[in-house]
């Protein structure tokens, strides 16, 4: 029987490694990035701020999820961008995924949130399977709703 993967709550020390899995991250997936350490610097400022929260799985670690926190409009309620989700490609499959999502979920739930938000390609069926599987929908007010669309655009 393997071992539950460990979540922690990623700190300033640990910047140079979210910056190293952020642009691991892009680079797969051909999207443009800046430098990891880059990456590191401003995940450093952002986490200093208090309104984002890096989680981390596994022993290198393996993987990430990178949380933003804002003031909800429809309630007195935080709501929660689950803006990134990476696990490194040699070990998916492991159960590091759903350990970060299920551990989000909880910090999120901790620090106030009532809602959490997230996009993903339609490509990314692994990712999708996971996140209907902890309940999150692309469907507006019930299961047979309108279709909801994530958009987004350079300014």
Do not use: K
Request: proline share 6%; charged share 30%; aromatic share 8%.
């Amino acid at each position: 029987m393997t071992a539950e993967p460990q979540v922690r709550r990623a700190t300033a020390a640990d910047a140079a490694a979210i910056g190293r899995l952020l642009h691991d991250f892009n680079r797969e997936f051909e999207e443009p990035t800046p430098p990891a350490e880059a990456l590191a610097d401003r995940l450093r400022q952002l986490m200093a701020g208090g309104e984002t929260i890096v989680l981390f799985a596994g022993d290198r670690p393996d993987g990430l999820a990178v949380l933003r926190f804002r003031p909800a409009i429809w309630s007195l309620a935080l709501e929660c961008y689950l803006a990134e989700l990476y696990v490194v490609p040699a070990r998916r499959g492991r159960g590091l995924g759903r350990a970060l999502m299920d551990s989000a979920i909880a910090v999120a739930r901790d620090a106030g949130a009532d809602r959490m938000e997230l996009g993903t390609s339609e490509d990314d069926v692994a990712a999708r399977a996971l996140y209907e599987s902890l309940g999150f929908s692309n469907r507006e007010g019930r299961p047979d709703g309108p279709l909801s669309f994530f958009y987004e655009r350079e300014l």
